[in-house]
């Protein structure tokens, strides 16, 4: 049975250097290439074994022969750069690959990128664009990790079958812990400018508006609560990545733009008219709606067993509660503190079983611990 | 020297019934009384010690005094109702109270209530309306914490110094942990549009259309990232008191929608224009105004020491990493996972001074940890 054993990252940033880690812990490959613009990307992924050499992508030097042996002998070739660049790479690298390799991407969109590389790839290459739904907060191959696709929703939007090809790379990905969904390139773009790209740029926005203000008035932001820097997270994203992002996939966004202005005169109105029952319906049914949330998910992810613990009177409280729960075996999965405060607040835990949170619920009770679950 | 003895509390939810408890453990208060239309809060609330006990609002009985003598001896009245009842509660109470009496209240907009009240209220009684920003992800007095107005930012709204009971007010608040701001209601008022009811607004029209879209292909919810869950997470709010609170505050609301929409259109004409340089200058400009947020609040918040640990490769970190800071003697002041999977992520972890932050990197280092400061 044919297997994917040589594999060229290309781009050893954070997604690069972790699919490098996890196919070397995971999967039956045997060695793993990476290149990169940066030095410093190649030393650190070199360091920490997320490749095992640097590979060059330039023609072979030889003036007998163009071959570069390197990219000659890959069964698999990552693309994991900025959106912007991929078709660029493929026209520069492809007469150097093998017949038959698989050449598969990372990009946040998929439609740009297909239409330029269409027509002008070799037809024994075989690609199969990707977007893994992951990240992390510390960006390049000093935050790479090898669980980063474990139960990640990873996104293929396959061109062709490939005689079987398709299936070497699926087979790959879920050894790695990804969630593999396939669809069309253009539903892709459609649902990431819905389930990314306007959010992004509504977080972006407000800060925007709200930033106006607080130039006026610095209290602003003092009056901001904490609820404020969470709606406004993701503003923090990278300029150039998201500059990119908008460009590839910018009549979806509008169209999401457009919809979002309709429902936001809807506000409006019922504010011009001081339409108390219609303001009241509109909010209960967004409550409704945003609890639907991780329901729908749960085919994908497992439910969600939580606790919310009061730890304003136990001081140490949260050693205690997770040192308690570990000498117990009991796995927490997520934590986190809900009001952030110099003392007390409410712990939130997460488990991954009903049986887990049963059992973590009887030990903090014992421990006079005030809980809430669900 | 005067001071505040005994306190009513007109409404024990969650504010009350914190305030409650805040007031019996940190002041002289000597006695807190409780009423709520709600008998199972005022059970709760006389359980947990927050109210020593249940006041009555109505009239006396005795049919040769009308007194209520337990009004009559309060030095001060906390309304901790909704906005939209608390100038009906004035009226229904201000007979009974004694000479000198101040009344606060802890309604999120002031002016409404504020011309409400004016005019109406008796001379002898000092009105001082306060807003405290803090809150819990538990409501109702099953959530009371007396730590609820540590740290945490109070606004105080004067109308009138009342011969010096303002001083009064303010000491007992500061007691129990607030940060005071004072201002006036109309600048609260436009403030807290711009800092709190606009990012509201906004997190419910974006749930609105990106769940109109997921209602016609559910894959949507699977693809929204951890992002989606913060940026949405204030709407879940409930809609009773926020259609309260946006009638109470429609102009300045609507102001900020309309400022809101411009910059949206700034955007959606540089998509429109594929305007590479335009977009990045945008989303550059904002990311730096966002960083300003938590740098802004330092005069009020403690900066921020901050660790971020790589926990992939360590089963059971979360236990491992709390108890052997606990052991040290060093508190976490806040804790969360940056990625959540079933394994590994990173942990953050916020301390509250710089030293604590240096004693920690060195105890997890040597176990063997990878993290970063800031």
């Known amino acids: 049975m044919e297997r994917i054993k040589r594999v060229g ?198 800060v925007d508006a709200v930033g106006k203000v607080a130039q006026e008035d610095e209290r602003v932001f003092s009056l901001t609560a904490g609820g404020f820097r969470d709606t406004t997270r993701i503003a923090s994203g990278d ?12 009549n979806f966004i509008r169209e999401m733009i457009s919809l979002f202005k309709d429902r936001l005169a809807e506000f409006d109105s019922l504010l011009a008219d001081a339409d108390s029952q219609g303001l009241y319906n509109k909010f209960n049914r967004i409550q409704s709606l945003r609890e639907e949330i991780p329901k729908k998910k749960r085919g994908l992810i497992s439910p969600v067993h939580e606790a919310v613990i009061n730890i304003s009177d136990h001081p140490n409280a949260i050693g205690e509660v997770t040192s308690s729960l570990g000498k117990a075996g009991i796995n927490i999965v997520d934590i986190g503190i809900l009001r952030v405060r110099e003392e007390g607040g409410a712990l939130r835990l997460v488990f991954s079983t009903a049986e887990e949170l049963e059992e973590a619920k009887n030990i903090l009770i014992k421990k006079g611990y005030k809980l809430q679950t669900k």
């Not at 954070?14 to 030393?43: C, M, P, W």
Request: net charge negative.
């Open 239 to 250: 300029p150039i990545m998201w500059t990119d992002v908008c460009l590839s996939n910018s």
């Open 9 to 206: 990252i290309i781009g050893v940033g954070l997604l690069g250097s972790s699919l490098g880690l996890a196919l070397k812990r995971f999967t039956e490959v045997t060695e793993v290439l990476g290149y990169d613009k940066d030095n410093q990307h190649i030393e650190t992924a070199l360091e920490i074994g997320a490749i095992d050499n640097e590979l060059s992508i330039e023609e072979g030097e030889n003036s007998n022969s163009k071959e570069n042996k390197m990219l000659k002998k890959l069964d698999l070739v990552v693309l994991a750069t900025p959106v912007g660049v991929i078709s660029k790479l493929v026209q520069d690298i492809q007469e150097q690959l093998k017949s038959g390799v698989i050449i598969t991407d990372v990009g946040s969109t998929k439609r740009k990128v297909i239409n330029k590389i269409k027509g002008q790839l070799r037809e024994d290459i075989i690609y199969i664009p990707g977007h893994p739904m992951t990240g992390s907060e510390i960006s390049g191959p000093k935050g790479a990790d090898a669980y980063l696709f474990e139960n990640a929703i990873y996104v293929l939007t396959p061109l062709q079958d490939g005689n079987g090809k398709f299936n070497l790379l699926v087979e790959l990905l879920e050894k790695i812990g990804a969630k593999l969904l396939f669809m069309s390139p253009k539903k892709h773009d459609q649902i990431v400018a819905a389930a990314s790209h306007l959010p992004h740029i509504m977080a972006c926005t407000l």
